[in-house]
RNA sequence: GGACCUGUGGUGCAGCUCGGAGUGCACGCCGCCCUGUCAAGGCGGAGGUCGCGGGUUCAAAUCCCGUCAGGUCCGCCA
C-alpha cells in the first residue's frame, strides 16, 4: 500500500497496517461497520474503508454508530496472545489508545452492508450509494478500472489514437432504435444518441487516424437483459489498411492484457470457429466452450421415416448427461420452451438400461432407436432432445436448451474464448423482403461474393467475424466498405434508396469520393467482459448507477416529467394526460 | 407486445395448497447489563396499509380478477 493514500487528514489506509507498523501513532478515516460494548469500560470498533477493515481498542463507551464517518487516531499495537482475527487481513494488530472524532454521523442504513446479509435488488438500487460501500461492489468497480487502464495501455502500446466522437450525432434509420434529442435552436428536428461511434470512427479513417480507439459509451433504446443496458460502454477501434487478421491480432491482444490485470493469468490463444460450424455443433453463434454437449445430427437415420414428426430436412439431437432423472413436469416444460423457441416441437428419450423410454419409442424403427441411443455416445442415465426442422430452427432451439440445461454459472470459468468468423452477409428477409443485415451495412462482402450481391444476397459471406466468451458475445467487427459504389450496392440490397442513403448517410458516402483507405475495426462489450471476470450474471453489479430492467433508475427517479417552460423550448407537445 | 417468478415491520425469510385475531424465525433498531470481543453475548422493548384496487365469503396475507413494482426470458438488440 502506498504512501500516496495519506492526505491531511489520514496517513494510512485501514487494511494497510500490520505489524510491521506496531508502534506507529497513525490516523485512520473510514465508517464504522460494527461496535463491540463491553461496559462502560472497553469497547471495540470495526472501522471500515476501501481498504479493509481495522479493530480500534476504546477505552470507555462509544458515542458512534454504525455507518458514522469517523476519524480514530491511534498506536499500532500487537493484538494479545489469543486475540488474533485469522479472517482479518489485520487481525494481528489493533489501534489502542485512541480518539476518536465523528466527522459525519449517520442515520441506521436501510440495507444490510455487511457482506453475510442479501439484500433485495430494488432496495440496493434505490440506495445504490450505500449499495457501493459493499466490499463486492468496491471490487467490482475496482476491477472495473483495472480493465479499463490495461484496454488502454494495450491499445495506446499497439500505436492507437483515443479521439472522443460526439454524443450528439445524427439520426440514422438502421439498426437499433435510437435515443433521440430534441433541438431547442431548431424547432421539430432532433439529434441522435449513439448506438455506437461506427460511422464516426470511419470517417476518422478517411480523416487519416490509421490507428482509433475509444472506451466509449453507446445507447440503445431497446429492451433490457441481464446483459443489456440502454447505455454501455465499448473498446470500439478502427485501422486503416489493415486485414480482419491484423484486426483480430489488436483485439487479442488487448483482451488478454485485461484478462491479465483482472485474473492475474494470461489466457493463451483464442480460439477460432466459423459461424457454420458454432450453429451447427452449438445451436448458436456464441457459443459456450465450457462444456461439451455438442449437438449431433440424426438426418441421415431419419431420412426414410414414416414419423410425421420427424419428416423434416433435419434432425438435429443433443444428449444431456444424467437427464434421464428429469420429471415428466420438467420435460414438459422443456417442450414448451422448444416451442416458444420456435419449434413445432420437442421430442426427448429417457436411455435406461433397457434401451429407450418416450412416448414415440414404439413409433420407431430398430436403427431408428438404435441412432438416437448412440447420440454422442449416450448411456444409461442420459436424455436424448431430439429436434426436426429446418436445419438452422432445429440447431437454434437445441442450442438454447443446451446452455439451459448444461451451462455453468458465470463464476464457475474457466475463461473460453472464441473467435467466430465466416459470418453471413444477411440473415433471412424482412417483411418488405429484403435481406436483414447480420451485422451492419457498413461490412463488406466477400470479394468472391460481390456479384450475388443483387442476384442472390442471402448466399454472400461478409467479411465480419464475433469476439465470444462462455457464451456471451463480447462484441463484433468487420471490414468496412471503403468504396461509394460498393456501400450503396449493399444499401440498395438493404432496401435503402439512394435517395434515402443519400439523406441519411450522404457525408458518408461523400468522404468515401475523396480517397478512403481501406479499413476495418470491433467493438466489444466492457461491461460484459468485466461481468465475466467478476463472475456475476448481471451487468448491473458492475455498473455503478444501473437501470432496472423496465429502464427506470430507483434512485433518481429517471425518467421524469419536465416542466411546461422545458418543454416549449424545446418545441414538445403537451404530455399526455394522465 | 408476450410468458413465467417474486412482493409479509428497516432487512432477509416462513406462513398462502386446505380462508378463522398481524402468528413465527433471524438480522437490524431503541433501552439496560457486561473489561478482550470480532457476524460479541445476556435481558427487555418498539416497529405492520401482508405492494395497490376490486370481487367471493359470516370471515381474505391466504381464493378469484385487475393493476403497479422488481427479476428471468421471448420478441427486440444493424
Not at 506507529?24 to 478515516?29: F, G, P, Y
Not at 420438467?330 to 416458444?340: F, H, I, S, Y
Not at 450475388?452 to 448466399?459: A, E
Not at 432496472?548 to 427517479?557: C, N, R
Amino acid at each position: 500500500m502506498s504512501e500516496f493514500e495519506a492526505t491531511s487528514l489520514r496517513d494510512v489506509l485501514c487494511g494497510a497496517l500490520s505489524v510491521a507498523d506496531v508502534g506507529r501513532r497513525v490516523s485512520v478515516c473510514g465508517w464504522v461497520a460494527r461496535r463491540r460494548e463491553h461496559g462502560e469500560h472497553l469497547a471495540f470498533l470495526d472501522l471500515r474503508d476501501r481498504s479493509g477493515i481495522l479493530q480500534a481498542v476504546v477505552e470507555g463507551t462509544l458515542e458512534v454508530r454504525n455507518e458514522y464517518v469517523v476519524r480514530v487516531t491511534g498506536t499500532v499495537t500487537p493484538r494479545p496472545e489469543g486475540t488474533r482475527n485469522e479472517r482479518l487481513a489485520t487481525g494481528a494488530v489493533e489501534l489502542t489508545d485512541c480518539e476518536v472524532e465523528v466527522l459525519a454521523a449517520a442515520e441506521p442504513s436501510p440495507l444490510p452492508l455487511d457482506e453475510h446479509a442479501e439484500a433485495d435488488e430494488a432496495v440496493r438500487l434505490r440506495y445504490r450509494y450505500l449499495d457501493l460501500r459493499r466490499e463486492q461492489m468496491q471490487a467490482n468497480l475496482r476491477l472495473r478500472a483495472r480493465v479499463n487502464t490495461a484496454l488502454r495501455a494495450a491499445m495506446d502500446a499497439q500505436g492507437f489514437v483515443e479521439v472522443e466522437t460526439p454524443l450528439l450525432w445524427a439520426p440514422t434509420p438502421e439498426g437499433a432504435r435510437e435515443f433521440v434529442v430534441p433541438s431547442r435552436l431548431h424547432e421539430g428536428e432532433f439529434y441522435s444518441l449513439p448506438q455506437s461511434p461506427q460511422i464516426a470512427k470511419q470517417l476518422l479513417m478517411v480523416g487519416g487516424f490509421d490507428r482509433y480507439y475509444q472506451i466509449a459509451r453507446c445507447l440503445r433504446d431497446e429492451d433490457l437483459r441481464a446483459d443489456r443496458q440502454f447505455e454501455f460502454t465499448q473498446l470500439d477501434l478502427e485501422a486503416s489498411f489493415v486485414t480482419q487478421e491484423d484486426v483480430r491480432r489488436f483485439v487479442s491482444r488487448a483482451v488478454l492484457d485485461a484478462a491479465q490485470a483482472a485474473t492475474g493469468e494470461r489466457p493463451g490463444e483464442i480460439a477460432e470457429m466459423t459461424w457454420a460450424e458454432a450453429l451447427d455443433r452449438y445451436g448458436t453463434d456464441k457459443p459456450d466452450l465450457r462444456f461439451e454437449m455438442t449437438l449431433c445430427d440424426l438426418t441421415a437415420a431419419f431420412a426414410t421415416t414414416g414419423v410425421r414428426a420427424f419428416q423434416a430436412p433435419c434432425v438435429k439431437a443433443l444428449r444431456v448427461p444424467g437427464g434421464a432423472g428429469l420429471s415428466r413436469s420438467r420435460l414438459d416444460q422443456l417442450v414448451e420452451r422448444a416451442k416458444a423457441l420456435g419449434a413445432k416441437g420437442l421430442a426427448w428419450f429417457r436411455v435406461g438400461p433397457d434401451g429407450l423410454e418416450s412416448p414415440l419409442v414404439k413409433l420407431l424403427t430398430p436403427e431408428e432407436s438404435a441412432a438416437v441411443a448412440d447420440v454422442d455416445g449416450a448411456a444409461p442415465g442420459d436424455l436424448v432432445l431430439a429436434v426436426a426442422d429446418a436445419h438452422a430452427l432445429a440447431c437454434r432451439v437445441l442450442g438454447a436448451l443446451r446452455v439451459e440445461l448444461g451451462a455453468p454459472p458465470v463464476s464457475a470459468g474457466p475463461h473460453r474464448y472464441v473467435w467466430v468468423v465466416d459470418f453471413p452477409m444477411f440473415e433471412g428477409l424482412d417483411e418488405e423482403g429484403h435481406p436483414v443485415a447480420a451485422h451492419h451495412p457498413f461490412t463488406m462482402p466477400h470479394p468472391d461474393d460481390l456479384e450475388r450481391l443483387g442476384s442472390d444476397p442471402l448466399s454472400v459471406r461478409a467479411q465480419s467475424y464475433d469476439l465470444v466468451l462462455n457464451g456471451w458475445e463480447l462484441g463484433s467487427g468487420s471490414v468496412r466498405v471503403h468504396r461509394p459504389d460498393v456501400q450503396r450496392e449493399v444499401f440498395r440490397s438493404l432496401g435503402i434508396s439512394d435517395e434515402e442513403a443519400e439523406y441519411r448517410f450522404g457525408f458518408l458516402l461523400g468522404a468515401f469520393r475523396y480517397g478512403a483507405p481501406p479499413h476495418a475495426g470491433f467493438a466489444f462489450g466492457v461491461d460484459r467482459l468485466v461481468a465475466i471476470f467478476a463472475g456475476v450474471e448481471n451487468i448491473r453489479e458492475v455498473i455503478a448507477f444501473p437501470k432496472t430492467q423496465s429502464g427506470a433508475d430507483l434512485m433518481t427517479g429517471a425518467p421524469k416529467v419536465i416542466s411546461e417552460r422545458q418543454r416549449r423550448d424545446l418545441h414538445l407537445g403537451a404530455p399526455r394526460p394522465a
